[in-house]
Every structure is written in C-alpha cells, then in structure tokens.
C-alpha cells in the first residue's frame, strides 16, 4: 500500500484555470474539421429513441421492455434537458431515485431510498473507482456533459457489477472508448451551459473521427465554476438553531447564499480504437479535477448532537428579515474546508465475435483509476490526505444453449486506499475482490425466464492486522425473474433477487471524527455479509394509442444490514456512532405515465406525463430508519412542435414524519419548473437552444436524503441556460 501524496502536499484552494492539455490539444487539432468535413446526421443522442437502445448495465444488453430488471434510460434531448451539474442532479427528479446534496459540486445517487455504499457508479461499464462511495462530501469523478445517456438499474445490480451494487448501479456511456463504428469521417458537439443559481459557467466539447478505414479517434474536453448557491433564506433551520442556541453553542445565521459551496472542475480525454467487423480494440486516458468547499456547518462548530434532541421540530426558516448575507454576532465560524481533487484513469476494452460455435461475444473490460485528493483547511494547510488506486477486470462470453441464452465471466477488482492526517478516520487498507458469475434466459411461449448467480470473494488487508484484524470472507447472489407478454407493446416482469454485500473498510475499519457527515465513527471489525431478499414486479407498457409507462411495486428484507448507531455518546464534540448490524425492510412503489401528442394545436402536439414514487424503511422493531426520501408526485404538461418545446413541471414532495432516532422532520415543498428548447439545423449542423427556470415558487427545499439537510437548502428560484451545437 502506498501514498502518493506530493501532488496533494502542495494542492491550495486556488482554482484550475485550464483542462488538461492531452485533450485541449487534440480538439485544437481536430475542430477545423468540422467545418471541411461535415456529418449528414446530427448528435446520434439527439435522435435515438430510448426505448429502442440496448441497455449495456443489463447481463444481455437488452432493451427496457426484455428485462426483468427494473431499469431507466436517460438519453437523447431529454438528457441535454436535464443535465445539472452532478450525474446525481440530473437523475434527482426520476422515479425512485434522489440525491444527497452536498451543495452543487458534491452528491451522490440515492435509488429507492439507499445511497452510499449500496448504490455503485460506473463509467461504460467499469467502475468508477474514486472515492466518492467513502463518504459522501466526495464528489463522482463523472461530468454530465460527456454522457451521452445514462442507465439506471433500480434494485439489485450485484449480478453483473459485484455485491456493492446490492441496492442498485449508474453506468454512464460515454464516447471515451471509441469502439462504436463511425457513420461519418467527422463528427463533433459543443455544450455551453449556465445558471443563476450558482452563476455557473460549464463548457463541454467532444469530437470523433476516422482514421483511415479501421482506426477512431475521440477527444473531451470539460470545465466547469460556480459561485457559492443562492437559497431562499436562512442556510439553518429554525430547529437547528433554537437546539444550537439552548446548548450555549453558536450556530449560522447566514442567508442568501449557501456559504463555502462554491467549486470547479475541469477534465478532458483521449481514445483510440481499431474497428474491424468481428474485432474491436480500445483505449482512453482522461483526467479529472475539482476544487470545492464543504457546506453547511462551521469546522469545528459542527456538532449536531441530535441524538440527545427530541423529535418533531419543524424545519422551517426564519420570517424574512433585513439580515445581511452573513454572519451576525453569534460567534459563529463559517465552513472553511475545502477539497482539492484530481485523477488519471486509463480505460480498454475488446470486443470478439466468433463466426461460429455457441459462443457469441467475448467481450474484456479493463479499467484503472489514480486518485487523489487533499482536505483543506481555512488556513490554507492540507489537513487531510487521501489517495487510492484502483483497477477493474471483466472477461465476459455471450453465448447461446440450445434456444436459450446467455453470459458468464470473471471479475476482479482491486482497491489500494490510504490516508494520512489528523482526521483520517480509516486506516490504510488493501481490498480485493473476485468474482464469478453466469446468468441465463429461456423462452417459452409469451414468457421469458431469466436466472442468474454470483460468487464473490472478498480480502480486505489493512496495514496493521495486529490491531485491526483483516477481513476475508464469500458471498453469493441470485436472481430469478419472468417476464410475461401480455400482447403487443405490454409486459408484466417479476423480479426475485437474493444478494449478499460485504461489509466495507469504512464499516469495518473507522474510528475517528468524519466531519463531512458530522460524526465520530467506529467500525465493527466482527461484521458479517449483509444478507437481502428483494421482489419487484411491474407492468410495462406502449403501443399504438400512444401511452406509454411503468408502473411497480417492489419490497426487500434484509438480514444483517448495516447502519450507523448513534450511542448516545460524544466523542470530539461530535456524536458517536457504531456500525451495527439489524433486521430491516424497504417497502416501495413508483409510476411514470405519459403521451406525447394527447391533442394537436397549431403550433404543435399536447403531452402530458404524470410520474411519483414512495419508499417506507423500517428496521426490524418498526422503527423508521434514516435519510428515508417522502411521498413524491409529478406532473408535466408540454408543447412540442418541429423545433419548439415548452415544458410547465410541478413536483410535489411530502413532508417527512417518520424519522429516525437522531433525526429532525423534514418540511414538504413544491418545485414548479419551466422549460423551452429549441432546436434549428443549419445544413449538416444543428444547433440547440434551452431555458430553463427552476423553483419558480422559491420555495424553501430540504432533500431528507442529504446528512446536511438542517444546514443547507436546495437552490432557490434560478434560471438555467445553454446550447448544444452539434456537426
């Protein structure tokens, strides 16, 4: 195990000015091109139908409608509609899934009430491998702008990806490993976006080409700043404040502006592929940067304590006042964090098709990750240092078995963590994960079967077992779903998943204070594979009325699982908690209806889509658990013409009751959204236009998924912009 830390050593909150030059250059080469060589198509992601791709996060790609799996696709104009400034923003308003919010640069995915450790990102398949899953004030090393669609598996994923995707996986596509055939000699996109909320400035560009008959070529490149996010009024809740203000202890009377969340980022990449017509090799390098405050509360003054303050406490801010955008006399310290992160990764895959035998497809995924990233503190000094490596191989073979099919491979991941400073709550450790997997389908008349199975071994060595003994231990997973095809556009599926996670280092291994999510941590080395029984079942439907959409139920129990105990003690002036196992249950539902031409105008079709979701999470006892998301309804209403669109959105989330021990109520509010987009070709080009206006009502708005929820609101009322050119 090593660190490399030099680079960090000397990180300071100054921000980047410049992507990396790998990819500046390459574009540089290349963007004369666009004009001497131009495509007769637009941005395919423009103009796919969803529903007509294959879902690459799926065992045999299938499309949404030959699944068992509770799947969603994010592409096309809706995606470029969407698009925020995390990959857990842009996916926050789907059913059944959230964020947790940590300011507009830091936030991570949250599928049907589950974050965390639970729910795994992938880049084209392969794992991520930064360390945003260690905590959650870590930022995805993904930016929105380079996914050309984004696919959801909502529930258990550990088939395919490994057992840390027990409660569902993201896998972003990309273009980075250009193995997918060009249709023409060139082709390129720019994306400038902005918003009021942050005053956000976020460019993004990418360009292919060939290279003779065989070789593709593919370059990024990305950058992104934002100024700290205006709210509506106060940063704390009033509850948070009177429990502050009873203890003696200052508290944040800020308002306006969400201090310290400011940030930026920048990247870029490069690839390389050779193309023939039953082999395919690939190759990318990329890099990734970002600097970004922590907010919410004052370093060293954060220490909720709730675990002592009784429930019920509503979240609701103080009475508009002439309060200036700061600090009053409290004698309160502002958030002074900061994060200073940067990666290299390096990515290959290959591709064999077989012109006989059962085997269909081999297909070799590798990926390696070099990450970095210093906590810094108000005085400019590195407090903290963390870096990891990763590496990720996957060796899959589609193959066919009678008139059945199917895949099997291997996968072996390999995690080198180590960190070193005072607040360094886990020790250097040395993960390693084996396995191997197979999954099956058969038709039988109007019904498809589908089974499948994962072993996977799991070593987790740290630096000194003498004192903190390593962890070794086996899981197995299996899945067996139907799908029944009702008639012609509808399926019914049933889904019954059984998934086996290893604990991680962090649950393992941690003692020390996490101010990121404001507690003392103390791991449980003796803790057992977290056990969990999940059914889904969900109807699926579209034809030629032109209704479309889902509609399922799902539940999952769990022996085993692992959650943060408070224990009612105080360790640094922060609660304590213990990673334990328990008993619990997750009991949910979500729907997403909707029509595209209910009625023609003049200036074009009438559409409406109605969408919600709910998950109800409880332990064993009935207890409720934590960071659970409320009752959520959705309704939109558009116009679509030949070039024009208007979008009129108004989400509704309930507020949340049912808390916690160690949890404040969270308040309900209302998002009301308005979009219009417009799109223009200009010969072989095309250009897009957007505008976006978001919390129109400027409601107060606290996601319950988010640690930070009593400290740091959503954006208030903020208008969002950009265009998309495309050649």
Do not use: C
Not at 390 to 404: P, Y
Not at 564 to 587: W, Y
Not at 647 to 663: K, N, P, T, V
Not at 681 to 701: I, K, M, T, Y
């Amino acid at each position: 195990m090593r660190l490399r830390s030099d680079a960090a050593r000397s990180a300071t909150p100054a921000r980047r000015t410049a992507a990396p030059r790998v990819s500046a250059a390459v574009l540089a080469a290349l963007a004369p091109l666009a004009v001497a060589q131009p495509t007769t198509t637009d941005d395919r992601a423009q103009v796919e139908r969803l529903e007509e791709v294959r879902i690459t996060a799926t065992p045999l790609r299938r499309r949404e409608f030959e699944t068992a799996q509770p799947v969603l696709v994010l592409g096309g104009d809706e995606l470029v509609r969407q698009r925020a400034t995390t990959i857990a923003e842009t996916l926050a308003a789907q059913p059944g899934l959230s964020a947790t919010s940590f300011g507009p640069i830091a936030s991570r995915p949250v599928i049907r009430g589950q974050g965390g450790l639970r729910v795994q990102v992938f880049q084209d398949g392969a794992d991520v491998l930064d360390a945003a899953a260690l905590s959650e004030d870590h930022a995805v090393t993904l930016d929105p702008l380079l996914a050309e669609r984004i696919e959801v598996v909502r529930g258990p994923a550990a088939l395919l990806f490994g057992n840390a995707a027990s409660a569902g996986a993201v896998n972003v596509v990309t273009r980075r490993i250009p193995v997918e055939a060009l249709d023409q000699p060139f082709s390129a996109a720019l994306e400038l976006r902005g918003d009021s909320a942050a005053d956000t400035r976020a460019v993004g560009a990418h360009a292919a080409g060939k290279l003779g008959d065989r070789v593709q070529v593919y370059a990024d490149i990305h950058d992104s700043r934002s100024d700290e996010l205006r709210i509506p009024g106060y940063a704390w809740t009033e509850a948070a404040k009177e429990y502050f203000e009873a203890e003696g202890e200052a508290y944040d009377e800020s308002r306006d502006r969400l201090t310290n969340s400011d940030g930026s980022s920048d990247g870029g990449s490069l690839g390389i592929a050779w193309v023939g017509d039953r082999q395919k090799y690939g190759f990318s390098v990329s890099e990734y940067g970002s600097e970004y405050g922590l907010p919410g509360l004052g370093h060293g003054h954060g220490h909720e304590h709730e675990h002592e303050h009784g429930h019920g406490h509503d979240a609701r801010p103080h009475g508009a006042d002439d309060h200036d955008d700061h600090h009053d006399d409290h004698g309160f310290e502002p958030p002074d964090v900061r994060l200073d992160m940067k990666q290299r990764r390096y990515d290959a895959s290959a591709e064999w098709l077989p012109s006989s035998g059962a085997v269909d497809a081999l297909r070799l995924r590798i990926a390696r990750n070099d990450y970095e990233h210093a906590e810094i503190e108000g005085d400019g000094e590195v407090g903290t240092l963390y870096a990891q490596v990763g590496d990720e191989v996957r060796l899959t073979a589609d193959h066919r078995v009678g008139e059945g099919r199917g895949v099997f491979g291997v996968q072996w991941r390999e995690l080198d963590f180590n960190a070193e400073g005072e607040e360094a709550f886990l020790p250097p450790s040395m993960t390693r994960n084996t396995g191997v997997f197979a999954f099956q389908e058969h038709r039988v008349g109007a019904v498809t079967i589908e089974a499948g199975a994962r072993y996977e071994k799991q070593r987790i060595a740290t630096a000194d077992p003498d004192t903190m003994p390593d962890y070794e231990g086996n899981a197995l997973s299996g899945s067996v779903g139907a799908l029944w095809g009702l008639r012609p556009g509808a399926t019914l599926a049933l889904q019954l998943t059984r998934t086996e996670r290893h604990p991680t280092a962090t649950e393992l291994f941690a003692s020390g204070p996490h101010l990121a999510v404001q507690r003392y941590e103390i791991g449980d080395a003796d803790l057992d594979t977290e056990r969990g029984l999940t059914a889904d079942l969900s109807l699926r439907f579209g034809g030629e009325n032109g209704w479309r959409g889902t509609v399922g139920v799902f539940h999952s129990d769990y022996d085993r699982y692992i959650v943060a105990q408070p224990t009612g003690e105080i360790e640094d002036e922060l609660p304590e908690v213990e990673f334990v196992s328990r008993d619990a249950r997750f009991t949910g539902a979500e729907f997403e209806l909707g029509h595209d031409a209910l009625a023609a105008t003049g200036i074009g079709a009438l559409g409406l889509r109605l969408f919600g979701d709910i998950v109800r999470a409880e332990d064993g006892a009935g207890e409720p658990l934590p960071q659970i998301p409320p009752l959520r309804l959705g309704a939109e209403a558009s116009l679509t013409g030949a070039r024009l669109r208007l979008g009129l959105e108004a989400i509704w989330h309930d507020s949340q009751d049912r808390i916690a021990d160690g949890e404040r109520r969270t308040a309900g509010y209302t998002m009301l959204n308005l979009e219009a987009s417009w799109r223009q070709p200009f010969g072989a080009a095309g250009l897009s236009v957007f505008l976006r206006g978001s919390n129109l009502l400027d409601e107060e708005a606290r996601r319950h998924t988010s640690p930070l929820k009593d400290y740091a609101p959503l954006a208030g009322r903020a208008v969002s912009g950009g265009l998309r050119l495309t050649f």
